[in-house]
């Protein structure tokens, strides 16, 4: 049962990292390398497959060896952080809440940008 969970988590997150592939404010390398991890827990061949797919499988590749994360991935992840803080504040988020925002976002462009590019 717990096999039959993590494929269908793994081909959700394959989803969405490949509408994320097309709708910049959803992130396709963190969808991606969890159905990686989802798979490489459960199905060899579905792992293999997504290792060696031309688009997804050089993310996943270069994160597993590297840790690394390529530079246009940085720009896109970068954009989509932006967007996201300026529909927050577009939609009227007070500054408490653009405050939280501001600082989760940041912490994370600056993991982004510290990972070595691919």
């Given at each position: 049962?717990?096999?039959?969970?993590?494929?269908a988590?793994?081909l959700?997150?394959l989803a969405?990292?490949?509408?994320?592939?097309?709708?910049?404010l959803?992130p396709?390398?963190?969808?991606?390398l969890?159905a990686?991890?989802?798979?490489a827990?459960?199905?060899?061949?579905?792992h293999?497959w997504?290792l060696?797919?031309?688009?997804f499988g050089?993310?996943?590749?270069?994160w597993?060896?590297?840790?690394?994360?390529?530079r246009?991935?940085k720009?896109?992840?970068?954009a989509?952080l932006?967007?996201s803080?300026?529909?927050?504040i577009?939609?009227?988020?007070?500054?408490?809440?653009l405050?939280?925002?501001?600082?989760?976002?940041?912490?994370?462009?600056?993991f982004?940008?510290?990972r070595?590019?691919?």
């Amino acid at each position: 049962m717990i096999r039959g969970v993590l494929i269908a988590i793994g081909l959700i997150s394959l989803a969405l990292g490949a509408i994320g592939l097309f709708l910049p404010l959803l992130p396709t390398v963190p969808f991606v390398l969890l159905a990686a991890l989802c798979f490489a827990n459960t199905s060899e061949r579905l792992h293999g497959w997504l290792l060696s797919h031309r688009i997804f499988g050089p993310q996943i590749v270069n994160w597993n060896e590297r840790g690394a994360i390529s530079r246009r991935a940085k720009w896109v992840a970068s954009a989509s952080l932006i967007g996201s803080f300026l529909l927050a504040i577009l939609f009227g988020f007070g500054p408490l809440v653009l405050t939280v925002q501001a600082a989760c976002l940041l912490g994370v462009a600056v993991f982004i940008w510290s990972r070595p590019d691919a």
